[in-house]
């Protein structure tokens, strides 16, 4: 590393000469341990919220049974007639039933999904970095850096 390498790197971070930090620059303080709590819903709108798809998930189960009675019926009724808008028909219930299967499944995976996103987070873990390169101050790296480049 250059003199001048080390003389713009001792500029850029506002040290003198002697290895004094320059006392007008003002760095926040910042405490890595300290985190926002998590946002917490009201377990009212959380059970509102399990009672809501439960509902939905009972009254879609409901339709599906009562689907496969229908479909048991036209299926027999097609069979008897043995007319093509009886089995235009039948396939008709078949795509309504299977339509209603999505239907339960996608309120499971909405239910589980919004569920997820109420609980509250556990707040993140402080990670320590435990390589340390150099510990001292930046005077004493910048004095290591002019000693490596044979300028002291």
């Known amino acids: 590393m250059s003199s001048l390498d080390i003389d713009h790197l001792a500029h850029v971070l506002e040290i003198d000469e002697d290895g004094v930090i320059d006392s007008d620059m003002h760095l926040p303080m910042v405490n890595p ?9 009201p377990d009212d709108d ?3 919220l399990k009672n809501d798809a439960e509902y939905a998930r009972d009254n ?5 049974e009562i689907t496969k009675t229908v479909l048991a019926g036209a299926i027999k ?4 007639s043995e007319r093509a808008r009886e089995w235009e028909v ?4 078949i ?3 299977t339509n209603v299967n999505l239907q339960i ?4 995976k909405k239910r589980v999904e919004i569920e997820t996103k109420l609980e509250p987070e556990q707040p993140p873990q402080v990670v320590n970095n435990n390589t340390v390169a150099f510990v001292g101050t930046t005077a004493e ?12």
């Open 33 to 41: 341990s300290e985190v926002l709590p998590p946002i917490k819903v």
């Open 46 to 48: 959380i059970q509102q």
């Open 60 to 64: 879609l189960v409901e339709l599906a």
């Open 77 to 80: 009724l097609a069979q008897t």
């Open 90 to 93: 039948v396939g008709g219930i």
């Open 95 to 97: 795509e309504k039933m």
């Open 105 to 108: 499944i996608d309120v499971h």
């Open 141 to 152: 790296l910048l004095k290591k850096f002019r000693e490596d480049a044979g300028l002291e």
